[in-house]
Protein backbone atom coordinates (compact mmCIF):
# COMPACT_ATOMS: atom_id res chain seq x y z
CA UNK A 1 0.00 0.00 0.00
CA UNK A 2 1.31 3.39 -0.70
CA UNK A 3 2.43 5.61 1.99
CA UNK A 4 0.28 8.31 0.70
CA UNK A 5 -2.77 6.40 0.87
CA UNK A 6 -1.82 5.30 4.57
CA UNK A 7 -1.50 8.53 5.72
CA UNK A 8 -5.01 9.49 3.98
CA UNK A 9 -6.46 7.06 6.00
CA UNK A 10 -5.09 7.61 9.43
CA UNK A 11 -6.03 11.24 8.82
CA UNK A 12 -9.52 10.39 7.85
CA UNK A 13 -9.59 7.70 11.18
CA UNK A 14 -8.93 10.60 13.23
CA UNK A 15 -10.94 13.02 11.86
CA UNK A 16 -14.02 10.36 11.99
CA UNK A 17 -13.32 10.15 15.61
CA UNK A 18 -12.74 13.49 17.03
CA UNK A 19 -15.98 14.33 14.81
CA UNK A 20 -18.09 11.27 16.76
CA UNK A 21 -16.39 12.36 19.91
CA UNK A 22 -18.23 15.97 19.52
CA UNK A 23 -21.44 14.55 18.37
CA UNK A 24 -21.33 12.64 21.73
CA UNK A 25 -20.67 15.22 23.70
CA UNK A 26 -23.54 17.59 21.68
CA UNK A 27 -26.37 14.61 22.38
CA UNK A 28 -27.84 13.39 25.08
CA UNK A 29 -31.01 11.96 27.32
CA UNK A 30 -31.83 15.73 27.45
CA UNK A 31 -31.94 18.55 24.76
CA UNK A 32 -30.23 21.32 25.97
CA UNK A 33 -27.39 20.41 28.49
CA UNK A 34 -25.39 22.86 30.49
CA UNK A 35 -21.59 23.01 30.40
CA UNK A 36 -22.06 20.86 34.09
CA UNK A 37 -23.67 17.75 32.78
CA UNK A 38 -21.44 17.82 29.58
CA UNK A 39 -18.81 17.51 32.26
CA UNK A 40 -19.74 15.24 34.61
CA UNK A 41 -21.97 12.82 32.24
CA UNK A 42 -20.85 13.24 28.66
CA UNK A 43 -17.04 13.94 28.36
CA UNK A 44 -16.54 10.74 30.93
CA UNK A 45 -18.52 8.55 29.19
CA UNK A 46 -17.62 9.70 25.31
CA UNK A 47 -13.74 8.80 26.93
CA UNK A 48 -14.91 5.71 28.28
CA UNK A 49 -16.94 4.86 25.02
CA UNK A 50 -13.60 5.70 23.20
CA UNK A 51 -11.36 3.63 25.48
CA UNK A 52 -13.40 0.75 25.88
CA UNK A 53 -14.03 0.56 21.67
CA UNK A 54 -10.21 0.58 21.09
CA UNK A 55 -9.22 -1.80 23.96
CA UNK A 56 -11.73 -4.61 22.23
CA UNK A 57 -10.93 -3.71 19.04
CA UNK A 58 -6.94 -3.94 19.34
CA UNK A 59 -7.54 -7.29 21.74
CA UNK A 60 -9.85 -8.73 18.97
CA UNK A 61 -6.79 -7.67 16.41
CA UNK A 62 -4.11 -9.46 18.50
CA UNK A 63 -6.50 -12.67 19.24
CA UNK A 64 -7.40 -13.10 15.33
CA UNK A 65 -3.98 -13.08 14.60
CA UNK A 66 -2.78 -14.96 17.02
CA UNK A 67 -4.93 -18.38 17.09
CA UNK A 68 -5.34 -17.27 13.22
CA UNK A 69 -9.07 -17.56 13.49
CA UNK A 70 -11.39 -14.80 11.92
CA UNK A 71 -14.05 -15.49 14.76
CA UNK A 72 -12.14 -14.66 17.42
CA UNK A 73 -13.05 -11.56 19.74
CA UNK A 74 -12.47 -10.27 23.10
CA UNK A 75 -15.08 -12.45 24.82
CA UNK A 76 -13.52 -16.38 22.69
CA UNK A 77 -11.39 -16.86 25.95
CA UNK A 78 -13.97 -16.72 28.80
CA UNK A 79 -12.40 -13.83 30.65
CA UNK A 80 -15.83 -11.81 30.75
CA UNK A 81 -17.49 -15.14 32.58
CA UNK A 82 -15.00 -14.38 35.31
CA UNK A 83 -15.79 -10.85 34.92
CA UNK A 84 -19.35 -11.86 35.51
CA UNK A 85 -18.75 -14.93 37.93
CA UNK A 86 -16.53 -12.02 40.07
CA UNK A 87 -19.74 -9.86 39.91
CA UNK A 88 -22.22 -11.67 41.13
CA UNK A 89 -20.49 -13.58 44.22
CA UNK A 90 -19.38 -9.90 45.13
CA UNK A 91 -22.55 -8.74 45.37
CA UNK A 92 -23.65 -11.77 47.17
CA UNK A 93 -21.17 -11.20 50.18
CA UNK A 94 -22.04 -7.98 49.87
CA UNK A 95 -18.65 -6.67 48.51
CA UNK A 96 -19.73 -3.87 46.04
CA UNK A 97 -16.69 -2.27 45.47
CA UNK A 98 -17.33 0.44 43.08
CA UNK A 99 -13.56 2.06 42.30
CA UNK A 100 -14.30 5.33 40.40
CA UNK A 101 -17.00 3.40 37.70
CA UNK A 102 -14.90 -0.15 38.29
CA UNK A 103 -16.56 -3.32 39.38
CA UNK A 104 -13.38 -4.23 41.81
CA UNK A 105 -14.62 -8.00 41.95
CA UNK A 106 -15.72 -8.14 38.35
CA UNK A 107 -12.06 -7.09 38.22
CA UNK A 108 -10.39 -9.56 40.32
CA UNK A 109 -12.30 -12.42 38.47
CA UNK A 110 -11.79 -11.40 34.76
CA UNK A 111 -8.04 -11.21 36.75
CA UNK A 112 -8.22 -14.75 38.61
CA UNK A 113 -9.80 -16.19 34.82
CA UNK A 114 -6.46 -14.58 32.81
CA UNK A 115 -4.10 -15.58 35.66
CA UNK A 116 -5.67 -19.32 34.73
CA UNK A 117 -5.16 -18.85 31.09
CA UNK A 118 -1.63 -17.62 31.40
CA UNK A 119 -0.69 -20.57 33.29
CA UNK A 120 -1.83 -22.48 30.34
CA UNK A 121 -0.71 -21.13 28.45
CA UNK A 122 3.29 -22.46 29.65
CA UNK A 123 1.66 -25.80 29.59
CA UNK A 124 0.33 -26.14 25.92
CA UNK A 125 3.45 -25.73 24.32
CA UNK A 126 2.36 -27.27 21.39
CA UNK A 127 -0.52 -25.36 19.69
CA UNK A 128 -2.80 -22.61 20.20
CA UNK A 129 -6.06 -24.48 19.93
CA UNK A 130 -5.62 -26.11 23.34
CA UNK A 131 -5.48 -22.64 24.41
CA UNK A 132 -8.38 -21.30 22.34
CA UNK A 133 -10.61 -24.49 23.38
CA UNK A 134 -9.56 -23.63 27.42
CA UNK A 135 -10.50 -20.27 26.94
CA UNK A 136 -14.10 -21.51 25.09
CA UNK A 137 -14.27 -24.42 28.47
CA UNK A 138 -13.47 -21.70 30.89
CA UNK A 139 -16.14 -19.16 29.73
CA UNK A 140 -18.74 -22.00 29.82
CA UNK A 141 -17.83 -23.21 33.09
CA UNK A 142 -18.14 -19.38 34.04
CA UNK A 143 -21.67 -18.87 32.76
CA UNK A 144 -23.47 -21.62 34.16
CA UNK A 145 -21.72 -20.78 37.47
CA UNK A 146 -23.31 -17.52 37.03
CA UNK A 147 -26.93 -19.03 36.10
CA UNK A 148 -26.86 -21.93 38.51
CA UNK A 149 -26.10 -19.09 41.37
CA UNK A 150 -28.84 -16.91 39.96
CA UNK A 151 -31.06 -20.10 40.26
CA UNK A 152 -30.50 -21.02 43.86
CA UNK A 153 -29.30 -18.04 45.85
CA UNK A 154 -31.27 -14.93 45.17
CA UNK A 155 -29.38 -11.73 47.20
CA UNK A 156 -30.81 -8.36 47.10
CA UNK A 157 -30.11 -6.54 43.82
CA UNK A 158 -28.18 -9.30 42.08
CA UNK A 159 -30.29 -8.61 39.29
CA UNK A 160 -29.24 -4.60 39.19
CA UNK A 161 -26.02 -5.79 40.09
CA UNK A 162 -25.72 -7.93 36.64
CA UNK A 163 -27.53 -5.65 34.45
CA UNK A 164 -24.65 -3.49 33.39
CA UNK A 165 -22.53 -6.72 32.64
CA UNK A 166 -24.38 -6.19 29.16
CA UNK A 167 -22.81 -3.55 28.45
CA UNK A 168 -23.46 -0.32 30.18
CA UNK A 169 -21.15 2.81 29.34
CA UNK A 170 -23.20 4.99 31.87
CA UNK A 171 -20.94 3.92 35.06
CA UNK A 172 -18.50 6.43 33.58
CA UNK A 173 -16.35 8.40 35.90
CA UNK A 174 -13.69 10.91 34.80
CA UNK A 175 -10.86 9.45 37.39
CA UNK A 176 -11.80 5.88 36.73
CA UNK A 177 -11.86 6.32 33.08
CA UNK A 178 -8.50 8.83 33.11
CA UNK A 179 -7.15 5.62 34.85
CA UNK A 180 -8.16 2.61 32.14
CA UNK A 181 -6.78 5.60 29.37
CA UNK A 182 -3.71 4.71 30.95
CA UNK A 183 -4.02 1.03 31.21
CA UNK A 184 -5.26 0.88 27.33
CA UNK A 185 -2.51 2.73 25.84
CA UNK A 186 0.24 0.87 27.87
CA UNK A 187 -1.38 -2.46 27.20
CA UNK A 188 -2.09 -1.51 23.43
CA UNK A 189 1.63 0.03 22.96
CA UNK A 190 2.83 -3.62 24.57
CA UNK A 191 0.64 -5.40 21.78
CA UNK A 192 1.84 -3.43 19.14
CA UNK A 193 5.70 -3.59 19.66
CA UNK A 194 4.91 -7.50 18.50
CA UNK A 195 3.77 -6.41 15.29
CA UNK A 196 6.46 -8.63 13.20
CA UNK A 197 5.46 -11.68 15.28
CA UNK A 198 1.86 -11.14 14.73
CA UNK A 199 2.64 -10.65 11.06
CA UNK A 200 4.35 -13.78 11.29
CA UNK A 201 1.43 -15.91 13.28
CA UNK A 202 -1.22 -14.74 10.80
CA UNK A 203 0.68 -17.47 8.46
CA UNK A 204 0.10 -20.41 10.63
CA UNK A 205 1.65 -21.51 13.50
CA UNK A 206 4.25 -23.58 11.33
CA UNK A 207 5.55 -20.91 9.42
CA UNK A 208 5.97 -18.39 11.78
CA UNK A 209 8.14 -20.92 13.64
CA UNK A 210 9.92 -21.25 10.23
CA UNK A 211 10.01 -17.50 10.26
CA UNK A 212 12.15 -18.18 13.21
CA UNK A 213 9.61 -16.57 15.54
CA UNK A 214 9.35 -18.13 19.39
CA UNK A 215 5.88 -18.85 19.01
CA UNK A 216 5.18 -19.64 22.88
CA UNK A 217 6.57 -16.97 23.84
CA UNK A 218 4.96 -14.35 22.11
CA UNK A 219 1.75 -16.21 22.79
CA UNK A 220 2.26 -15.98 26.17
CA UNK A 221 3.01 -12.07 25.83
CA UNK A 222 0.27 -11.51 23.91
CA UNK A 223 -2.57 -13.71 26.21
CA UNK A 224 -0.93 -12.11 28.91
CA UNK A 225 -1.23 -8.56 27.56
CA UNK A 226 -4.49 -9.56 26.03
CA UNK A 227 -6.06 -10.64 28.86
CA UNK A 228 -5.41 -7.67 31.38
CA UNK A 229 -6.90 -5.67 28.64
CA UNK A 230 -10.14 -7.26 28.02
CA UNK A 231 -10.75 -7.70 32.11
CA UNK A 232 -10.14 -3.74 31.94
CA UNK A 233 -12.64 -3.42 29.26
CA UNK A 234 -14.98 -5.91 30.86
CA UNK A 235 -15.11 -4.50 34.39
CA UNK A 236 -15.23 -1.06 33.12
CA UNK A 237 -18.44 -0.92 30.86
CA UNK A 238 -19.59 -5.45 30.98
CA UNK A 239 -19.72 -7.29 27.55
CA UNK A 240 -19.97 -5.09 24.49
CA UNK A 241 -20.37 -7.35 21.61
CA UNK A 242 -19.05 -6.64 17.96
CA UNK A 243 -16.73 -4.10 18.23
CA UNK A 244 -13.72 -6.56 18.83
CA UNK A 245 -14.84 -8.89 16.63
CA UNK A 246 -15.50 -6.54 13.12
CA UNK A 247 -13.26 -3.44 13.40
CA UNK A 248 -10.19 -5.66 12.89
CA UNK A 249 -12.00 -7.09 10.10
CA UNK A 250 -12.88 -3.78 8.61
CA UNK A 251 -9.86 -2.26 9.18
CA UNK A 252 -7.94 -5.38 7.64
CA UNK A 253 -10.19 -4.34 4.53
CA UNK A 254 -9.19 -0.63 4.62
CA UNK A 255 -5.81 -0.56 5.54
CA UNK A 256 -4.20 -4.42 4.73
CA UNK A 257 -2.85 -7.13 7.43
CA UNK A 258 0.34 -5.35 8.51
CA UNK A 259 0.18 -5.21 12.17
CA UNK A 260 2.21 -2.05 12.28
CA UNK A 261 -0.80 -0.13 11.15
CA UNK A 262 -3.75 -2.40 12.12
CA UNK A 263 -3.00 -1.97 15.92
CA UNK A 264 -3.43 1.74 15.81
CA UNK A 265 -6.01 1.97 13.15
CA UNK A 266 -7.64 -0.92 14.95
CA UNK A 267 -8.02 1.64 18.46
CA UNK A 268 -9.08 4.56 16.08
CA UNK A 269 -12.09 2.65 14.64
CA UNK A 270 -13.22 1.16 17.53
CA UNK A 271 -13.20 4.11 19.58
CA UNK A 272 -15.29 5.54 16.83
CA UNK A 273 -17.77 2.85 16.55
CA UNK A 274 -18.54 2.45 20.26
CA UNK A 275 -18.63 6.21 20.58
CA UNK A 276 -20.99 6.62 17.37
CA UNK A 277 -23.39 3.53 19.01
CA UNK A 278 -23.07 5.22 22.18
CA UNK A 279 -24.61 8.31 20.71
CA UNK A 280 -27.19 6.48 19.08
CA UNK A 281 -28.14 4.07 22.26
CA UNK A 282 -28.94 7.10 23.96
CA UNK A 283 -31.06 9.34 21.87
CA UNK A 284 -32.83 7.13 19.83
CA UNK A 285 -35.42 5.48 22.49
CA UNK A 286 -35.32 8.74 25.27
CA UNK A 287 -35.33 8.77 28.45
CA UNK A 288 -34.42 4.75 27.78
CA UNK A 289 -31.02 3.49 26.45
CA UNK A 290 -30.49 0.61 24.11
CA UNK A 291 -28.16 -1.91 24.66
CA UNK A 292 -25.20 -0.29 22.98
CA UNK A 293 -23.91 -3.88 22.11
CA UNK A 294 -27.10 -4.00 19.92
CA UNK A 295 -26.53 -0.39 18.12
CA UNK A 296 -23.15 -1.89 17.41
CA UNK A 297 -23.86 -5.00 15.65
CA UNK A 298 -26.76 -3.12 13.68
CA UNK A 299 -24.68 0.52 12.86
CA UNK A 300 -21.24 -2.30 12.15
CA UNK A 301 -22.94 -5.04 10.17
CA UNK A 302 -24.53 -3.28 7.51
CA UNK A 303 -21.32 -0.91 6.79
CA UNK A 304 -19.04 -4.00 7.10
CA UNK A 305 -20.70 -6.37 4.55
CA UNK A 306 -20.82 -3.30 2.09
CA UNK A 307 -16.98 -3.03 2.49
CA UNK A 308 -16.97 -6.59 1.76
CA UNK A 309 -19.09 -6.99 -1.14
CA UNK A 310 -17.60 -3.70 -2.44
CA UNK A 311 -14.40 -3.90 -3.03
CA UNK A 312 -13.33 -7.32 -3.97
CA UNK A 313 -9.88 -7.95 -4.81
CA UNK A 314 -8.15 -5.34 -3.09
CA UNK A 315 -6.92 -7.21 -0.14
CA UNK B 1 -2.58 24.84 73.48
CA UNK B 2 -4.30 22.59 71.35
CA UNK B 3 -7.88 22.57 72.95
CA UNK B 4 -8.52 26.04 72.66
CA UNK B 5 -7.07 26.02 69.02
CA UNK B 6 -10.59 23.00 68.95
CA UNK B 7 -12.25 26.09 70.45
CA UNK B 8 -11.26 28.27 68.25
CA UNK B 9 -12.09 26.33 65.02
CA UNK B 10 -15.60 25.45 66.62
CA UNK B 11 -16.03 28.78 67.06
CA UNK B 12 -15.09 30.04 64.19
CA UNK B 13 -17.44 27.65 62.12
CA UNK B 14 -20.35 28.46 64.49
CA UNK B 15 -19.90 32.14 62.72
CA UNK B 16 -19.64 31.18 59.65
CA UNK B 17 -22.81 29.31 60.18
CA UNK B 18 -24.42 32.15 61.35
CA UNK B 19 -23.62 34.39 58.62
CA UNK B 20 -24.67 31.67 56.14
CA UNK B 21 -27.83 32.13 57.68
CA UNK B 22 -28.00 34.99 57.67
CA UNK B 23 -27.82 35.34 53.87
CA UNK B 24 -29.37 32.31 52.69
CA UNK B 25 -32.91 32.09 52.52
CA UNK B 26 -34.50 30.26 56.12
CA UNK B 27 -35.78 28.02 53.12
CA UNK B 28 -32.23 26.47 52.72
CA UNK B 29 -31.26 25.82 56.09
CA UNK B 30 -29.81 22.49 56.12
CA UNK B 31 -30.66 19.13 57.91
CA UNK B 32 -29.26 16.14 58.14
CA UNK B 33 -31.01 12.27 57.66
CA UNK B 34 -29.64 9.25 58.14
CA UNK B 35 -30.65 6.56 55.65
CA UNK B 36 -30.39 2.88 55.57
CA UNK B 37 -27.20 2.73 54.28
CA UNK B 38 -25.71 5.19 57.45
CA UNK B 39 -25.29 7.88 54.78
CA UNK B 40 -25.46 11.19 56.41
CA UNK B 41 -27.74 13.51 53.62
CA UNK B 42 -27.64 17.05 54.12
CA UNK B 43 -30.52 18.23 53.21
CA UNK B 44 -32.49 21.78 52.71
CA UNK B 45 -35.42 22.22 55.04
CA UNK B 46 -38.13 22.09 52.18
CA UNK B 47 -36.92 20.08 50.05
CA UNK B 48 -38.07 21.29 46.23
CA UNK B 49 -37.25 19.18 43.64
CA UNK B 50 -38.01 15.62 44.22
CA UNK B 51 -36.90 12.65 42.00
CA UNK B 52 -38.46 8.86 43.36
CA UNK B 53 -36.30 6.33 41.87
CA UNK B 54 -39.37 3.31 42.47
CA UNK B 55 -43.08 3.59 41.54
CA UNK B 56 -43.60 3.19 46.22
CA UNK B 57 -41.26 5.92 46.62
CA UNK B 58 -43.38 8.26 44.25
CA UNK B 59 -46.77 6.83 45.87
CA UNK B 60 -45.77 7.55 49.69
CA UNK B 61 -43.66 11.04 48.44
CA UNK B 62 -46.85 12.20 46.71
CA UNK B 63 -49.10 11.39 49.85
CA UNK B 64 -47.12 13.07 52.29
CA UNK B 65 -46.85 15.92 50.01
CA UNK B 66 -50.36 16.29 49.34
CA UNK B 67 -51.70 19.22 47.62
CA UNK B 68 -47.49 19.92 47.10
CA UNK B 69 -46.99 16.61 45.18
CA UNK B 70 -45.77 18.98 42.16
CA UNK B 71 -42.10 19.04 43.78
CA UNK B 72 -41.81 15.80 42.05
CA UNK B 73 -40.09 16.62 39.08
CA UNK B 74 -39.03 13.10 38.23
CA UNK B 75 -40.19 9.60 38.81
CA UNK B 76 -39.13 5.95 37.65
CA UNK B 77 -41.04 4.34 34.89
CA UNK B 78 -44.60 2.62 35.63
CA UNK B 79 -45.41 5.37 38.37
CA UNK B 80 -49.10 5.27 37.78
CA UNK B 81 -50.13 5.78 41.34
CA UNK B 82 -51.61 8.30 42.49
CA UNK B 83 -52.77 9.34 39.19
CA UNK B 84 -51.30 13.14 38.95
CA UNK B 85 -47.74 11.08 38.81
CA UNK B 86 -48.33 9.80 35.54
CA UNK B 87 -47.77 13.29 33.86
CA UNK B 88 -44.09 13.70 35.47
CA UNK B 89 -41.28 13.48 34.34
CA UNK B 90 -40.06 9.93 33.44
CA UNK B 91 -36.34 8.90 34.54
CA UNK B 92 -36.41 5.31 33.17
CA UNK B 93 -36.85 1.50 34.69
CA UNK B 94 -35.98 1.95 38.44
CA UNK B 95 -33.50 -1.15 37.52
CA UNK B 96 -31.07 1.13 35.31
CA UNK B 97 -32.77 4.73 35.38
CA UNK B 98 -31.22 7.33 33.34
CA UNK B 99 -28.53 9.15 35.03
CA UNK B 100 -28.12 12.16 32.65
CA UNK B 101 -32.08 13.10 32.95
CA UNK B 102 -31.48 12.79 36.84
CA UNK B 103 -29.14 14.79 36.83
CA UNK B 104 -29.98 17.47 34.62
CA UNK B 105 -33.69 18.16 36.44
CA UNK B 106 -31.24 19.17 39.44
CA UNK B 107 -32.58 17.21 42.15
CA UNK B 108 -32.39 18.62 45.93
CA UNK B 109 -33.35 15.12 47.28
CA UNK B 110 -33.77 11.81 45.03
CA UNK B 111 -35.34 8.94 46.92
CA UNK B 112 -33.85 5.28 46.12
CA UNK B 113 -34.62 1.90 47.61
CA UNK B 114 -32.46 -1.21 48.74
CA UNK B 115 -34.70 -3.45 46.53
CA UNK B 116 -34.43 -3.06 42.95
CA UNK B 117 -32.20 0.26 42.80
CA UNK B 118 -28.79 -0.07 41.58
CA UNK B 119 -26.02 0.42 43.85
CA UNK B 120 -23.45 1.35 41.25
CA UNK B 121 -25.93 4.12 39.98
CA UNK B 122 -26.61 5.36 43.65
CA UNK B 123 -22.95 5.78 44.80
CA UNK B 124 -22.75 7.36 41.09
CA UNK B 125 -25.11 9.99 41.81
CA UNK B 126 -23.57 10.72 45.28
CA UNK B 127 -20.14 11.28 43.89
CA UNK B 128 -21.99 14.23 41.19
CA UNK B 129 -23.21 15.49 44.66
CA UNK B 130 -26.62 15.09 44.46
CA UNK B 131 -27.89 13.96 47.92
CA UNK B 132 -30.26 10.68 47.67
CA UNK B 133 -31.58 9.30 50.85
CA UNK B 134 -31.81 5.35 50.63
CA UNK B 135 -35.13 3.48 52.34
CA UNK B 136 -34.96 -0.01 52.69
CA UNK B 137 -38.57 -2.02 51.05
CA UNK B 138 -37.57 -5.35 51.40
CA UNK B 139 -40.24 -6.89 53.98
CA UNK B 140 -43.59 -5.77 55.59
CA UNK B 141 -42.11 -4.77 58.32
CA UNK B 142 -39.77 -2.30 56.50
CA UNK B 143 -42.81 -0.23 55.11
CA UNK B 144 -43.82 1.78 58.32
CA UNK B 145 -40.15 2.87 58.84
CA UNK B 146 -39.49 3.66 54.76
CA UNK B 147 -42.51 5.74 55.39
CA UNK B 148 -40.97 7.19 58.26
CA UNK B 149 -37.49 8.45 56.56
CA UNK B 150 -39.66 9.13 53.83
CA UNK B 151 -41.91 12.10 55.77
CA UNK B 152 -38.86 13.32 57.71
CA UNK B 153 -36.72 13.77 54.52
CA UNK B 154 -39.54 15.93 53.38
CA UNK B 155 -39.82 17.58 56.48
CA UNK B 156 -43.51 16.00 56.95
CA UNK B 157 -42.52 13.90 59.81
CA UNK B 158 -46.05 14.50 61.69
CA UNK B 159 -47.95 13.19 58.43
CA UNK B 160 -45.34 10.44 58.44
CA UNK B 161 -45.83 9.48 61.84
CA UNK B 162 -49.70 9.40 61.35
CA UNK B 163 -49.53 7.35 58.17
CA UNK B 164 -46.96 5.36 59.62
CA UNK B 165 -49.06 4.43 62.58
CA UNK B 166 -52.34 3.97 60.20
CA UNK B 167 -50.66 1.76 58.22
CA UNK B 168 -49.34 -0.38 61.37
CA UNK B 169 -52.73 -0.24 63.29
CA UNK B 170 -53.98 -1.62 59.83
CA UNK B 171 -51.65 -4.37 59.52
CA UNK B 172 -52.58 -5.58 63.05
CA UNK B 173 -56.50 -5.39 62.21
CA UNK B 174 -56.15 -7.67 59.36
CA UNK B 175 -53.94 -10.33 61.74
CA UNK B 176 -56.55 -10.30 64.32
CA UNK B 177 -59.42 -10.84 62.40
CA UNK B 178 -57.42 -13.84 60.80
CA UNK B 179 -57.79 -15.52 64.37
CA UNK B 180 -59.95 -18.48 64.51
CA UNK B 181 -60.53 -18.71 60.46
CA UNK B 182 -59.30 -22.09 58.74
CA UNK B 183 -55.75 -21.96 57.33
CA UNK B 184 -55.90 -22.54 53.77
CA UNK B 185 -53.27 -24.07 51.72
CA UNK B 186 -52.45 -21.21 49.24
CA UNK B 187 -49.76 -21.25 46.06
CA UNK B 188 -49.68 -17.83 44.42
CA UNK B 189 -48.45 -17.09 40.71
CA UNK B 190 -46.80 -14.53 39.60
CA UNK B 191 -45.87 -15.63 35.70
CA UNK B 192 -47.52 -18.80 33.92
CA UNK B 193 -44.28 -19.76 31.37
CA UNK B 194 -41.85 -20.34 33.28
CA UNK B 195 -44.22 -20.97 36.28
CA UNK B 196 -42.74 -18.37 38.84
CA UNK B 197 -44.46 -17.99 41.88
CA UNK B 198 -44.64 -16.31 45.68
CA UNK B 199 -41.78 -17.57 47.75
CA UNK B 200 -40.08 -16.70 51.27
CA UNK B 201 -39.03 -13.18 51.53
CA UNK B 202 -41.49 -11.90 48.90
CA UNK B 203 -44.14 -9.41 50.51
CA UNK B 204 -46.52 -11.73 49.00
CA UNK B 205 -45.87 -14.46 51.21
CA UNK B 206 -45.75 -11.21 54.03
CA UNK B 207 -49.34 -10.50 53.23
CA UNK B 208 -50.31 -14.41 52.94
CA UNK B 209 -49.24 -15.27 56.66
CA UNK B 210 -50.92 -11.86 57.95
CA UNK B 211 -54.37 -12.88 56.70
CA UNK B 212 -53.89 -16.13 58.25
CA UNK B 213 -53.26 -18.32 54.73
CA UNK B 214 -50.07 -20.98 54.35
CA UNK B 215 -47.87 -20.01 50.93
CA UNK B 216 -47.23 -23.71 50.02
CA UNK B 217 -43.53 -22.49 48.99
CA UNK B 218 -42.96 -20.65 51.95
CA UNK B 219 -39.61 -22.39 52.84
CA UNK B 220 -38.12 -21.45 49.15
CA UNK B 221 -34.70 -20.29 49.05
CA UNK B 222 -35.05 -17.46 47.01
CA UNK B 223 -38.17 -14.41 46.67
CA UNK B 224 -39.48 -15.83 43.29
CA UNK B 225 -38.92 -19.20 43.10
CA UNK B 226 -39.56 -21.41 40.01
CA UNK B 227 -41.01 -25.24 40.99
CA UNK B 228 -42.29 -27.80 38.69
CA UNK B 229 -45.43 -28.11 37.63
CA UNK B 230 -45.49 -31.79 39.39
CA UNK B 231 -44.08 -30.84 43.05
CA UNK B 232 -47.06 -28.18 42.42
CA UNK B 233 -49.18 -31.39 42.21
CA UNK B 234 -48.02 -33.43 44.57
CA UNK B 235 -48.37 -29.89 47.21
CA UNK B 236 -51.66 -30.10 46.11
CA UNK B 237 -52.88 -26.35 47.34
CA UNK B 238 -56.31 -25.50 48.46
CA UNK B 239 -56.66 -22.12 46.22
CA UNK B 240 -54.87 -21.11 43.30
CA UNK B 241 -53.92 -17.38 43.20
CA UNK B 242 -52.67 -15.65 39.75
CA UNK B 243 -51.44 -12.10 39.66
CA UNK B 244 -52.17 -10.49 36.94
CA UNK B 245 -51.48 -6.51 37.39
CA UNK B 246 -51.94 -5.89 33.66
CA UNK B 247 -55.37 -7.29 33.34
CA UNK B 248 -54.77 -9.11 30.46
CA UNK B 249 -58.14 -11.32 30.12
CA UNK B 250 -56.75 -13.56 27.45
CA UNK B 251 -53.99 -14.54 29.86
CA UNK B 252 -55.81 -15.14 32.89
CA UNK B 253 -58.32 -16.98 30.87
CA UNK B 254 -55.60 -19.30 29.52
CA UNK B 255 -53.96 -19.80 32.92
CA UNK B 256 -57.50 -20.89 34.83
CA UNK B 257 -57.64 -23.56 31.70
CA UNK B 258 -54.34 -24.69 32.38
CA UNK B 259 -54.89 -25.06 36.10
CA UNK B 260 -58.43 -26.90 34.71
CA UNK B 261 -56.52 -29.79 33.14
CA UNK B 262 -55.38 -30.64 36.55
CA UNK B 263 -59.01 -32.19 38.08
CA UNK B 264 -57.25 -33.93 41.32
CA UNK B 265 -56.34 -30.21 42.51
CA UNK B 266 -58.20 -29.44 45.69
CA UNK B 267 -58.16 -25.99 44.18
CA UNK B 268 -59.78 -26.87 41.12
CA UNK B 269 -62.25 -29.83 42.77
CA UNK B 270 -63.72 -26.36 45.31
CA UNK B 271 -63.57 -24.00 42.36
CA UNK B 272 -61.12 -21.72 44.22
CA UNK B 273 -58.71 -20.36 41.68
CA UNK B 274 -58.64 -16.79 41.63
CA UNK B 275 -57.43 -14.04 39.54
CA UNK B 276 -56.14 -10.12 41.27
CA UNK B 277 -55.60 -7.99 38.95
CA UNK B 278 -54.22 -4.81 41.23
CA UNK B 279 -50.79 -4.28 42.01
CA UNK B 280 -51.52 -3.27 45.71
CA UNK B 281 -49.93 -6.69 46.67
CA UNK B 282 -46.70 -5.87 44.97
CA UNK B 283 -46.20 -2.28 46.35
CA UNK B 284 -44.57 -1.47 49.92
CA UNK B 285 -47.08 0.98 50.37
CA UNK B 286 -50.07 2.10 52.79
CA UNK B 287 -51.97 0.37 49.80
CA UNK B 288 -50.75 -2.92 50.97
CA UNK B 289 -53.71 -2.77 52.91
CA UNK B 290 -56.48 -2.82 50.56
CA UNK B 291 -54.58 -5.77 48.88
CA UNK B 292 -54.56 -7.38 51.84
CA UNK B 293 -58.39 -7.17 52.91
CA UNK B 294 -59.34 -8.22 49.11
CA UNK B 295 -57.23 -11.18 49.69
CA UNK B 296 -58.72 -12.08 53.12
CA UNK B 297 -61.95 -11.55 50.98
CA UNK B 298 -60.78 -13.70 48.56
CA UNK B 299 -59.96 -16.52 50.98
CA UNK B 300 -62.94 -16.30 53.45
CA UNK B 301 -66.08 -14.67 52.44
CA UNK B 302 -68.77 -17.52 51.29
CA UNK B 303 -70.00 -17.28 47.64
Not at chain 1, 106 to 124: K, Q
Not at chain 1, 304 to 315: E, N
Request: net charge positive; hydrophobic share 50%.
Amino acid sequence: MKKNKLWQIYAVSLLGWIGVFCLALRLGAVANADFSLIQEIRLPRALLASLVGAGLAVAGAALQALFCNPLCDPYTLGISSGAALGAILGTSIGLQWILSGFAGTAFLGALLFAALLYSISFRSSRTSLVLLLTGVMLGFVGNSLVALWMALVDTQGIQSALLWLFGDLSRARLNGTLFLGVGVLLLTFSIWRNWRELDGMLMGEEKALALGIDVVKIRRGIIGNTSILISLCVSAAGMIGFVGLIVPHFVRRLAGSLHFHLIPLCALWGATLLTFADCVSRTVARPYELPVGVITALVGAPVFLLILLGRRGSL
Amino acid sequence: MPSFKIKNVVLSKFVLLIILSVIVSPDTIAREVIDVTQEKVNLIDEPKRVITLAPSLGEIAAELLGKNFERIVGVSEYTDYPPGLKKVKSIGPFMHFNLETVVALKPDLVFATTDGNSKEQVTHLRELGIPVVVVKTENLSDIASSIRLIAKSLNRGVQGERMAVAFQNGLEKVRNGAKNKPRYRVIVQLSEQPLVVAGKGSFIQDGLEVVGAENIYRDSTIHYPRPSLEDVLAKNPDVIIIMNSGGDQQYSQRVIENWGLHKNLNAIKNHRIYVITSDELLRPTPRFLSGLSKLSRILYEKK
